[in-house]
Structures are given as structure tokens and as C-alpha cells.
């Protein structure tokens, strides 16, 4: 069992461990009333203990949160092991949709007024496209963007009975779900993350239309040589999500040409979107989307937020805007993402509906970590035991 109080940090006072502030123990954390420790003191008795068993863990995302950032989570994490005992709260992007995936969800009190206001911000019906709509029609990018961002609001409101901010925990989202890690992070309101979405996925769209273009995954095969056969075929990596997975974006007939010549001991497997994203081929709607920036309100995110574009926590609500903004025609580093979580001290993820792709690349990609995808009202249990062992530093070792 572990420590029957909350886990709370042991950072270096002044000067000592690396020369940051320290962290003030707090009252009611057990062996943690006595003099504050170093890092390199609390690493000790983590290989004494062993993790969970009288040790406490730095907070260094809820106490000191956006001013260390994440380079000196890092530095400490490499520096001294992972002394903190973080958990990570990730939202999947398109070509995670499924059709009927709200169906279960609308059983709940109060998810369908929740959707209804969804939706009025959205322009779209969000309870037709997530209970009758096809495959076919919930891949049209402004249908998909939307109805995946109010999905995960509405897990994420299932889920949390807890302010965010209360907890050791970082947040990050896969393309357009870096828009609803927005909205649960404080960072958009909701109906400024829907206002966003709107636009985005209407002007994607647009772009798409303009030229047939689709995206693959390229699984497995030398990663310089995947590579190299991406640029071959006139495509460009568009998703850089593991060491193992790259995505691919293009026209259909680069895409094509891909599958016909994969690399050495790769699958390529085309994907359920209807455009190049995260490419050139999406310019127009970075244009429009700054057109619309000045209505919107953002803020300084209640707890880390990381951008997709190199995996670092963003500093402030303008930057995570414009982040957001930038990322529709570059790539989206979840390799970088998932590397900021390891160094930081994630030891559980919980991906929100429409889930199972995130929570896959970390059971491969970030050794050690309990993942749980909250695919549907049954998998909330599984997903607040994991949230009350991070909030309580309880584990059952049954």
C-alpha cells in the first residue's frame, strides 16, 4: 500500500539540488513533516522504499507549474530518476471516431443539455452525428473535429469531480485534441474551443477540397529509411507519433505510391481523414483561424499544458492559442509529447473518448506507465482509480 495521505513534493530548498526554489511540504503527507529534502536525498529513499511506499514525490506541475516548465522537469527527471508521480490526461485527434460513440454517454444525467450547448457553438447536431451518423459522414473533417472535442468534454466532465489543478497531473491532446485539452486545462472556454473548432475543421475542410489528399501511417521499419521513402513518394511526415509511427500526408496519389513501395519491414495504412493535415496543403486555414483569434479569450492554462509542436509545456494562454493555430500546418510531435511526459514523472495516462490510440503508444512507447482509455461510461471506474491512486497516492497491490 502506499501512503495513506496525498503525494506532495520534496524539492531542493534554495540553492541545494540544482539551485531552484523549494517546494513547502504540506501538512497531513506523513514521513513528509521533517526537514525538506533534496532531490538527490529523495531518490535515496525512493530506492530504499521503493516508489509508493513512504516516498513522497515532487509537484512540481501543480506548485511551480508554468515557471520551471518543463526543461527543468526534465533536467531534474534525468538528472536524479523520476522523483514525481504525475499523471497524464491525453485527448485523441481525428481518425479516432466511431460511429454511435456518444450513444453510451447520453444514458448519463445531463450529457444531453451538455451536447445541445455543444452543438449550438459548433453549428452542428452533435447528438445525431454521435448516435445515427455513418462512418462516411462523421469523416468529413467538419463533422469529425467538433464531435471529437465534445466527446472528450464530456468524459472529461464524467470523469473529474475534482478541480484539474488539484491534482499532479499534465495535459496534452493529439491535433484537434490539443483543443479540448485546451478547454479542460481553462485555457479556451468551451465555447471558444467550439467556436475554434468550428472554424478550423470548416476551413480544413475547404482546404481539403481543394486537392483530394489523405494521410497514412507508416508502422514499424528503420525510422531514417521510413524517412526517406516518405519524401520519395512526394509526401510529407505530418504525425511523428512514436519511434515505431509516422504518419504520411499528401495527395492520393502520393499516398498511393507509398503503399505500393513501403519501406523495408513497414505497414503503411491509410487513414480515416479526408485530407493532408499538419502540411503545407493547410495553409488557408492557418490564415483563417488567425482571422479569428482576436474574438476569442485565452488563458494562462490551470495546470501544464503541452504543445504538439516540440512537447514543451506552453508558458501562457496567447502562446497555447497560437500554438494551436500554427500546429494545423506543421507537424505534430506526440514523440516529443510523450518524451515530456516520461521526464516528468508520469506513472498514469488516461485518454479520453473517442480513446485506444494514445493509450496505445504509451503502453509501447513510455515503459512502466498504467494507461486507461475511456472509451465508454464503463471504462470510467478503471479511469478514477487510476485518478484517485494519483490524487491519494493510493495503489491496491492486490
Known amino acids: 500500500m502506499g501512503p495513506a495521505g496525498p503525494a506532495r513534493g520534496i524539492c531542493p530548498p534554495n540553492g541545494a539540488g540544482g539551485g531552484e526554489a523549494g517546494c513547502t511540504p504540506q501538512a497531513g503527507s506523513g514521513p513528509s513533516r521533517g526537514p525538506r529534502l533534496t532531490h538527490r ?7 530504499r522504499f521503493g516508489a509508493g511506499a513512504g516516498t513522497r514525490y515532487c509537484r512540481l506541475p501543480t506548485n511551480h507549474s508554468h515557471e520551471l516548465g518543463a526543461r527543468k522537469h526534465r533536467a531534474n527527471a534525468l538528472k536524479f ?7 497524464a490526461i491525453v485527448c485523441p485527434g481525428q481518425g479516432s471516431q466511431t460511429p454511435g460513440l456518444l450513444s453510451p454517454w447520453l444514458e448519463r444525467p445531463g450529457v444531453e443539455e451538455k451536447l ?5 457553438a459548433a453549428g452542428i447536431d452533435l447528438i445525431a452525428h454521435g448516435t445515427t451518423s455513418d462512418a462516411e459522414t462523421i469523416k468529413d473533417t467538419a463533422v469529425a473535429q467538433p464531435l471529437i ?5 464530456v468524459a472529461a466532465e464524467a470523469l473529474l469531480d475534482v478541480p484539474l489543478e488539484s491534482l499532479s497531473v499534465v495535459v496534452a491532446g493529439h491535433s484537434v485534441g490539443e483543443i479540448t485539452a485546451a478547454a479542460l486545462t481553462g485555457t479556451l472556454s468551451n465555447p471558444d474551443a467550439m467556436a475554434f473548432v468550428r472554424e478550423r475543421a470548416n476551413r480544413m475542410a475547404d482546404a481539403a477540397a481543394a486537392t483530394p489528399t489523405g494521410m497514412a501511417a507508416v508502422v514499424g521499419g528503420d525510422p531514417e ?11 510529407a511526415p505530418a504525425n511523428m507519433n512514436s519511434k515505431g509511427q509516422t504518419v504520411a500526408a499528401g495527395t492520393m496519389d502520393q499516398i498511393a505510391a507509398l503503399v505500393a513501395a513501403p519501406p523495408a519491414k513497414a505497414r503503411v495504412i491509410p487513414l480515416q481523414v479526408a485530407g493532408a493535415f499538419h502540411t503545407h496543403h493547410m495553409a488557408p486555414a492557418v490564415s483563417a483561424l488567425q482571422a479569428l483569434a482576436p474574438s476569442l479569450t485565452p488563458h494562462t492554462p490551470k495546470v501544464p499544458l503541452l504543445s504538439n509542436y516540440d512537447g514543451a509545456v506552453v508558458p501562457s494562454g496567447e502562446a497555447a492559442l497560437a500554438s494551436l493555430i500554427a500546429q494545423v500546418s506543421r507537424p505534430v510531435r506526440w514523440d516529443l509529447c510523450m518524451e515530456t511526459m516520461t521526464a516528468m514523472g508520469v506513472t ?3 485518454e479520453l473518448t473517442p480513446a ?17 482509455a475511456v472509451k465508454t461510461p464503463a471504462d470510467l471506474q478503471a479511469a478514477t482509480e487510476l485518478l484517485a491512486y494519483h490524487a491519494h497516492g493510493k495503489k491496491d497491490n492486490k
Open 41 to 47: 536525498q529523495a531518490g535515496r529513499r525512493a530506492e
Open 149 to 153: 472535442v465534445a466527446a472528450g468534454l
Open 356 to 372: 485506444g490510440t494514445l493509450a496505445g503508444l504509451a503502453k509501447r512507447g513510455m515503459s512502466g506507465v498504467a494507461a486507461v
Open 116 to 120: 445541445a450547448s455543444l452543438s449550438e
Open 225 to 235: 529509411q521510413v524517412l526517406a521513402a516518405i519524401a520519395a513518394a512526394g509526401l
Open 348 to 350: 498514469g495516462l488516461i
Open 81 to 87: 530518476g523520476k522523483l514525481v508521480n504525475v499523471l
